[in-house]
Structures are given as C-alpha cells and as structure tokens.
C-alpha cells in the first residue's frame, strides 16, 4: 500500500478594539491619535490528512479490435467490474479504486481527479483514462467531490474510469500513476 500525507493548517485571528474616546483626552478627540488596541490570536492546527490505497484502479484483460477504437468502463459503485465496449473483448475482469482518507474526524474534505492521465506500456505504446467518477463507499454512481470524515477519523472514497483503446492496440502490460488531490474543506 501506498500512502501519502498532506498537512494542512487552519488559523483564526480576532482582533477587538479597546479605545474609549474621552472629552477630555486631545488625542483622542477627532480621531487625529492612533487608538490602542488590545486583541487576541490562535490557531487551530488539524491532523494531516493521509491517503492509503486499497485497491489499485484495474481494467483487466482486454483483446483489442484491429481496425476500430474502443473503450473500457469501471463504474465505482454497483457493479465495479470492467465493462467493454462493443469493438473490445473482455477476457478478465478489472476493478475499481478504493482509497482510505484518515483526519479529523467530522470535518470535509474535496477530492479533485487528475482530468486524465495516459498508461504506458514502457516501449512507447500508450492509452489515455479519464472520465473518473466516484467517491464515497456505497452505491451510487454520481462524482461527489466533497465527504465528511466520519467520527472514526476516516472516510473511504471509490473511483471509477473509463480507458480508451486503440486500433490493433500493441499487447503489453500498461500502467500509469492515478494522483488524486484530497485537502481540508
């Protein structure tokens, strides 16, 4: 498993004025002298946020078609098993992503996708996923970039995607890095 930690710090500042004007005090009359301010500051500091991978995104075992493009979809809800399209054959099945978030607990946190990133098989031959979806254990299908870590001080999030074939695509083994951003709301 790999894990990543981002820190993020929250700071709350509240400043109160303690000037009182008095007739008699000439720096204080018309506002001409700078006032005295008396005032307080704190911070509040929150666990960092760590990311732990589950299950690594899969889109199993495909035979490509020699002269049309294809696609592959992992949903991450429901059924999470790869499905392909019409033009592909899927000979195994992948799996969706699965992640663990620890932090405060009760708190939010946003997930941002990475767009779409490109799997390479290291001899140059490559393919692009995108269209993620997910977040959020359960069963819904629907991107929710946004959760609340519960009392624990953790929140799971799943995500699916979509991989995108080529014509006569070169055989090999393709992967690629899947970076998600996850910070404090």
């Not at 303690?18 to 704190?42: C, K, R, T, V």
């Not at 929150?46 to 495909?62: E, K, P, S, Y």
């Not at 799996?95 to 978030?101: E, K, L, M």
């Not at 990475?114 to 996923?129: A, K, R, W, Y």
């Amino acid at each position: 498993m790999r894990t990543r930690t981002l820190s993020v710090i929250c700071i709350a500042a509240t400043l109160s004025a303690a000037a009182i004007a008095q007739d008699d005090d000439p720096n204080l009359a018309g506002g001409s002298a700078d006032p005295e301010f008396e005032g307080n500051a704190g911070a509040i500091v929150l666990n960092g946020l760590t990311i732990t991978t589950r299950q690594d995104l899969d889109f199993g075992v495909i035979a490509p078609s020699i002269t049309e493009f294809g696609t592959v979809f992992v949903e991450r809800g429901g059924n999470n098993r790869s499905v392909c399209g019409s033009t592909l054959v899927c000979l195994e099945p992948g799996n969706r992503a699965r992640f663990t978030v620890s932090g405060d607990p009760l708190r939010f946190v946003l997930y941002e996708d990475p767009g779409s990133i490109t799997v390479s098989d290291g001899s140059g031959n490559t393919m692009v996923v995108d269209s993620f979806s997910g977040a959020g254990s359960g069963n819904d299908t629907s991107w929710r970039g946004r959760q609340r870590i519960r009392a624990n001080g953790i929140v799971r999030f799943n995500v699916g995607a979509t991989l995108h074939v080529k014509p006569n695509q070169p055989p090999g083994i393709y992967t690629g890095a899947l970076n998600f951003s996850v910070e404090y709301e």
